[in-house]
């Protein structure tokens, strides 16, 4: 194992549906929602060093360094484990940014988990997911590695076994501030609390989308194609919006024809994230 690179994968997720049930004193949002795990993602591979420095050998054009979620996770948890390792990271980016699949996310808790392994510091995933609330609202879900219901700002999880589907999942081209949306006036504030027990997609929704669509008209252009399809959705705060198949190839055709005005992938939804499959296949081997 010693000189062999271990790929570590960051899955993308969707909100298979987001619901606003309130709002707190200091402005954040009470939501519940159903985080789906996917089985595609960025790559992340890390080489250890004995120096403490953190260094991103593939900078993201746009994102400083400093305020990279990798670089965050990274030094968020040197700091808790006062550990004096540092690492170098090369970062093999797939997914779409901002576009509410969770990629930075995602980023920042595998960095979490990997360097939690490479480091042996052995801290319980807890802690990791405590550490990772700080870098974001969706880094535990992504620390804990199961498709989940989640609750109060996304730090309640409630792992659940769901039937995996395949999704297209596509990406208007158009960049929605995930704090623009939570701070509209029209934005509805006051869904009833669901019992999780009694989900059906059909009885959801994603709150934030009407407000999305009816201020980025690309977005509800590419629902309107989508759900020609399948049962089709905005998920987080946009822009990407999916559609979900009971089959591969019903997936795959949808994905053939899209139109050239859109980019989109496919994906199998997996109730497992990637990063917990290769860390007990590191465990065991
Ligand atoms: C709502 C979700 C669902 O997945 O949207 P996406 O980011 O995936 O689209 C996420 O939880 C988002 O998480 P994240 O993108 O990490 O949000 P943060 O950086 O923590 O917050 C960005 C801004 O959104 C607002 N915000 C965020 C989360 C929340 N529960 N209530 C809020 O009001 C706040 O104004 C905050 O300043
Ligand atoms: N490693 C990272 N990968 C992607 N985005 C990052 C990363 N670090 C910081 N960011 C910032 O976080 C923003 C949100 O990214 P992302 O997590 O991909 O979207 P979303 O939260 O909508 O799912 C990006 O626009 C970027 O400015």
């Not at 690179?5 to 993308?12: Q, V």
């Not at 576009?99 to 808790?109: C, Y």
Request: net charge negative; charged share 15%; with cysteine.
């Amino acid at each position: 194992m010693e000189n062999q690179t271990i790929i570590w994968p960051a899955p993308a997720k969707l909100n298979l549906f987001l619901h606003i049930t309130g709002r707190r004193a200091n402005g954040y949002h009470e939501l519940q929602s159903l985080f789906q795990l996917l089985d595609v993602g960025d790559e992340l591979t890390f080489t250890i060093k004995d120096s403490s420095e953190i260094k991103l050998l593939t900078p993201i054009q746009g994102v400083p360094d400093e305020q990279n979620l990798i670089v965050r996770a990274a030094k968020a948890l040197q700091q808790a484990s006062n550990c004096k390792q540092g690492a170098d990271i090369i970062l093999n980016k797939k997914l779409p940014m901002g576009g509410g699949i969770g990629g930075g996310s995602s980023n920042a808790a595998t960095t979490l988990v990997a360097l939690n392994y490479m480091w042996q510091l052995n801290l319980p995933l807890e802690k990791l997911a405590h550490i990772g609330l700080s870098l974001g609202a969706d880094v535990p879900i992504f620390v804990q590695g199961q498709t989940a219901f989640a609750q109060g700002v996304g730090e309640k999880l409630f792992p659940v076994s769901l039937k995996q589907h395949f999704y297209v999942v596509v990406t208007p081209d158009c960049h929605i501030s995930t704090a623009e949306i939570f701070q509209h006036p029209d934005l509805p504030r006051d869904t009833a609390t669901l019992d999780f027990n009694n989900y059906q997609f059909k009885q959801t929704q994603n709150d934030c989308q009407q407000l999305v669509f009816s201020r980025y008209p690309i977005v509800a252009k590419a629902f309107d194609w989508l759900i020609e399809y399948a049962p089709s959705r905005m998920t987080g705060t946009g822009a990407s919006v999916f559609a979900m198949f009971e089959d591969e190839a019903s997936a795959r055709r949808c994905l053939a024809e899209l139109p050239s005005f859109l980019s989109g992938f496919m994906a199998k939804g997996v109730n497992k994230s990637p990063v917990h499959s290769l860390l007990e296949s590191l465990n065991i081997g």
